[in-house]
């Protein structure tokens, strides 16, 4: 290491030592923190802990860009869907929007923006592809018959949507207040705790969601065993024996899987404040977060519903929170 690194280190060190013992602010840190570069503090010393790989989310932005394009033609084309293409263009703006942040962090780790920039919008973004996700469990109740369902199919988007926007509220507040703590100077630990209640209650959302698309599965599964076809609904066999629509099946069920555990990833994340070992680790980051969530939108393009939902489906007005439409 070169004498201006072991400076630079001394320095730090010091800085931390005087905020801990409670002689100095955050902003002696922070300040010392943003006036570094890669020539003259080692990495240990920015706002990652590491530099984050230009390959690696280079490739995720490229996806999430990607990912945008196609939501956004595939609901175009089809025509439906209007809140689920919504929910997921919103989630991969603010994906794309994270891993430019990331991408500019590469050229210098040091500076604040890009930081914030990506913490704030990869955290929020999944919420929106959550959302997404609920708007689907209440079509495919329908295909395979209301009657095996505890709940009336449109209870689940009027159930689990407000849930989900508790959680974003709480999640962009947090990040907003973070953010704003962190550019006065100040330590954004009452933020990154909002955001952590944002996320866990997202967690415990989307684990009640699992809890019971899976119950609706067993009761479909067990009904059909016991009463044969007079089960299901007889009006959309030919939508249900389709192949899109078994493998729009799949990819709901492994997105949704993908979007809990990264969920279940960022709020250990988060729970070790900015400084943890997790935050500080950028192969958890590739695999639980990038990795994770660029397979649930991937999926969810390959199957897009609105052109797997086909034979006998008559879209429904409000987002998908009203009735069905009439057929003229």
Same mark, same amino acid.
């Given at each position: 290491m070169s004498a201006g690194f072991d400076l630079s280190a001394q320095l730090f060190s010091r800085a931390e030592a005087n905020v801990t013992r409670g002689n100095s602010t955050y902003q002696e840190w922070k300040d010392y923190r943003d006036s570094c570069t890669l020539d003259t503090c080692p990495l240990s010393l920015s706002y990652w802990a590491y530099r984050p790989s230009l390959v690696a989310n280079g490739i995720f932005l490229g996806i999430f860009s990607l990912s945008l394009v196609l939501f956004l033609c595939q609901g175009i084309l089809s025509k439906r869907f209007l809140g689920f293409t919504i929910a997921m263009v919103s989630g991969n703006i603010l994906e794309v929007l994270g891993y430019a942040g990331r991408v500019m962090s590469y050229y210098n780790p040091f500076k604040e923006d890009g930081f914030l920039m990506q913490i704030v919008c990869l955290t929020i973004a999944p919420a929106f592809m959550a959302a997404g996700i609920y708007f689907c469990l209440s079509r495919i109740v329908m295909t395979f018959g209301a009657e095996n369902s505890r709940i009336k199919p449109l209870s689940y988007p009027r159930i689990f949507i407000p849930c989900d926007v508790i959680s974003l509220l709480l999640q962009a507040a947090g990040g907003?207040?973070? /953010?704003?703590?962190?550019?006065?100077?100040k330590d954004?630990?009452?933020?990154?705790?909002?955001?952590?209640? =944002? %996320?866990? #209650?997202?967690?415990?959302?989307?684990?009640?969601?699992?809890?019971?698309?899976?119950?609706?599965?067993?009761?479909t599964f067990t009904r059909v065993r016991r009463m044969g076809k007079e089960a299901l609904d007889e009006r959309h066999e030919q939508l249900r024996n389709s192949w899109p629509f078994k493998g729009f099946l799949v990819a709901l069920a492994f997105?949704?899987?993908?979007?809990?555990?990264?969920?279940?990833?960022?709020?250990?994340?988060?729970?070790?404040?900015?400084?943890?070992?997790?935050?500080?680790?950028?192969?958890?980051?590739?695999?639980?977060?990038?990795?994770?969530?660029?397979?649930?939108?991937? /999926?969810?393009?390959?199957?897009?519903?609105?052109?797997?939902?086909?034979?006998?489906?008559?879209?429904?007005? =409000? %987002?998908? #929170?009203?009735?069905?439409?009439?057929?003229?």
């Open positions: 907003g207040l973070a /953010s704003a703590q962190s550019h006065a100077n954004p630990t009452t933020g990154n705790n909002i955001m952590i209640a =944002g %996320l866990a #209650f997202q967690v415990a959302t989307l684990f009640v969601f699992i809890i019971l698309a899976t119950d609706f599965s067993f009761r997105a949704t899987l993908c979007i809990f555990t990264r969920s279940v990833y960022r709020v250990a994340e988060l729970s070790e404040g900015w400084t943890g070992h997790l935050i500080e680790t950028q192969k958890y980051f590739i695999g639980l977060e990038g990795a994770v969530v660029g397979a649930a939108v991937l /999926s969810l393009n390959a199957f897009h519903p609105g052109l797997c939902f086909r034979e006998g489906y008559q879209e429904r007005k =409000g %987002l998908g #929170f009203g009735k069905s439409k009439q057929p003229s």
